[in-house]
């Protein structure tokens, strides 16, 4: 999970947070994680948003040109070539994923085989506590959760993202137009964070283990 920080603060969107599972019921064994923060004195990250227009509940990819309407600025920022950076993209909501995956028979075939795994009858049936906005809502936190929210990809010549072969960076909304608070038929926001790739006299990484 990559997270910007600005002005020594999570840039987390609203109601987000960082939240850790657990899974296996043993109290006494507590899990550990590893923390880094990156620095860049020499050359900082910067960071801007981007809207992207979600039509319908489903998988939408975020285009090249798209990104293109935020990169010029944000390489002139930063002050590297193209080819020398790296790129996160983080969905800043808790109900929408950033993801990369390859090509699929339709937009909403992925969505239909996550609602397999996470059924909106899910909502009742186990019951989730909170379901006034819906029952697609907490199957959307869950779907959010295990997809993530951030996706960090380099940056080749000319200044498109190093994706592997057929896939593409994808913005992937899990809530239906027809539900209360659901956003489907207009947009959400994302981060677009730009950051030199670490190198001689480019900073360093400072690293610790937490116990939670």
């Known amino acids: 999970l990559t997270i ?3 002005g020594g603060t999570l840039a987390l969107g609203g109601y987000q947070g960082v939240y850790l599972t657990e899974m296996a019921g043993d109290a006494e064994d507590r899990p550990q994680l590893v923390v880094t923060l990156q620095e860049l004195p020499s050359r900082p990250a910067h960071s801007c948003k981007l809207e992207v227009p979600v039509p319908f509940r489903g998988s939408h990819p975020v285009g090249w040109q798209q990104l293109q309407a935020v990169l010029p600025a944000l390489q002139d ?6 080819d020398g950076a790296l790129l996160t993209f983080m969905c ?3 109900s929408a994923s950033a993801a990369l995956h390859g090509g699929v028979p339709s937009p909403s075939a992925m969505e239909a085989a996550l609602s397999a795994v996470c059924p909106d009858a899910w909502t009742w049936e186990l019951p989730f506590q909170h379901d006034y906005e819906g029952p697609d809502d907490m199957p959307g936190h869950v779907k959010q959760a295990l997809l993530g929210a951030s996706v960090t990809l380099p940056l080749g ?4 993202p190093l994706a592997p072969a057929g896939a593409a960076l994808r913005l992937w909304e899990h809530r239906a137009l027809d539900t209360a608070g659901g956003s489907t038929g207009s947009s959400r ?12 006299g480019l900073g360093g990484r400072v690293s610790t283990v937490v116990q939670v």
């Open 189 to 200: 926001w994302a981060e677009v964070t730009l950051r030199p790739q670490l190198g001689a």
């Open 77 to 82: 920022a930063v002050g590297v070539a193209s």
């Open 92 to 94: 800043k909501h808790t």
């Open 157 to 160: 010549p000319g200044g498109a």
């Open 4 to 6: 910007p920080v600005h």
